[in-house]
């Protein structure tokens, strides 16, 4: 176990850091364990290349413990877009999904549907940016086979109600893309049949940890067309073109890459041993606090006050004329955020400490007071 003092102590990102819905810059743990990997598979041992690759099968079983799985249903992926190809490639039917999702859903599912001619693509209608229970309720068909969402919305920072979504929906598949919410917040993954992610944002793991979860439903319905030679029952199969494993395993391409393993795990481990519900509890804190910050010097927030419905991310909306002063003032104050069609996404982690939420107040007041109504 490690209690919440000692997972803050894994965090040593320069104050003004606001951008970990982007990119999350390398814990100390991972850091650590990377280097040490890396003296292994530089040495030419053969113990040190198998010790190195025994981070596989402890990722996956420390994935399949936060995701509510059996570890045979969990596989590593490249990256979240990758774990999502599987899916809506091998999809069929009619899929509901939002022309506001992030492009690892929207890009995929028009190419699947284009190239292969078993998909079509059911867009949802949205008037908040969110995907409720209602809206897709409203929208459902008996065509649908299948709905695909993110667990937390990366432009407005909606968490998705993924048990009401569930029941809504009844056995069709729901296909979540889970980056922006997992490792930092409680969710029914149970709930989903499809599950992807990827380590390099709230997991400080970097790029390439991405993973995915395959549930019964989906081992029965989708079909494993980007299957690659690690998606059989045999190590190497050679001479002959085995049938695609009965597990998620048939859902891979090739064998991963051992040091971004590593890395994986050790986020992973660190994760488990501290806990969500406290990191969680933690994270809702210094969220509230960015929005109370926000609150008073009057700029808009469009993401949801209720701690149920939203993680990491608080995106601010100022007027079309207060945008690029907002976004230069934050700049001028030593604050990395993300700025996207007028918005401005402040997105902080458990590490963020009070030097940088008194640097987004600063940044604010300057904003403030320069500002013409």
Not at 218 to 247: I, N
Not at 351 to 361: D, L
Request: aromatic share 6%; glycine share 8%.
């Amino acid at each position: 176990m490690m209690d919440l003092g000692s997972f803050l102590s894994t965090f040593d990102a320069e104050p003004g850091y606001l951008d970990w819905a982007a990119f999350g810059p390398l814990s100390t743990t991972v850091r650590a364990d990377l280097h040490a990997d890396a003296e292994l598979l530089g040495a030419g041992r053969a113990s040190g290349i198998e010790l190195v690759a025994e981070h596989e099968p402890e990722a996956r079983e420390l994935l399949a413990d936060l995701l509510d799985a059996d570890v045979e249903q969990v596989t590593l992926q490249p990256s979240t877009t990758y774990g999502l190809m599987h899916a809506l490639y091998g999809l069929a039917g009619s899929l509901m999904l939002s022309r506001a999702e992030f492009p690892s859903l929207t890009v995929p599912a028009t190419r699947a549907a284009d190239a292969l001619g078993s998909l079509e693509l059911q867009w949802l209608e949205l008037t908040d940016g969110f995907v409720t229970p209602d809206v897709v309720r409203t929208a459902l068909s008996e065509e649908t086979t299948a709905l695909a969402v993110s667990l937390v919305d990366f432009r407005t920072g909606y968490r998705a109600d993924l048990s009401a979504l569930r029941e809504v929906i009844g056995d069709r598949l729901l296909i979540v893309d889970a980056i922006q919410g997992f490792g930092i917040v409680e969710a029914d993954y149970a709930a989903a049949d499809v599950v992807c992610g990827n380590g390099y944002k709230w997991l400080r793991a970097g790029r390439g940890t991405g993973f995915a979860r395959f549930g019964e439903r989906a081992l029965e319905r989708l079909a494993p067309v980007l299957s690659g030679f690690t998606g059989t029952d045999r190590f190497l199969p050679v001479d002959e073109v085995p049938l695609p494993a009965a597990s998620a395993a048939a859902f891979t391409v090739s064998r991963p890459d051992h040091l971004a393993v590593t890395r994986l795990a050790g986020a992973l481990g660190d994760i488990t041993a501290v806990g969500v519900p406290v990191l969680e509890d933690a994270l809702t804190e210094i969220v509230g606090d960015v929005m109370l910050v926000a609150d008073r010097y009057e700029v808009p927030v469009i993401t949801p006050r209720d701690p149920a419905r939203r993680a990491g991310i608080v995106t601010l909306a100022p007027a079309a004329q207060d945008a690029a002063p907002l976004a230069a003032a934050l700049a001028n104050h030593g604050l990395t955020v993300s700025v996207q069609s007028g918005r401005v996404r402040v997105s902080p982690h458990v590490g963020t400490g009070s030097a940088t939420i008194t640097m987004f107040g600063d940044a604010l007041a300057e904003f403030s007071a320069a500002r013409v109504w």
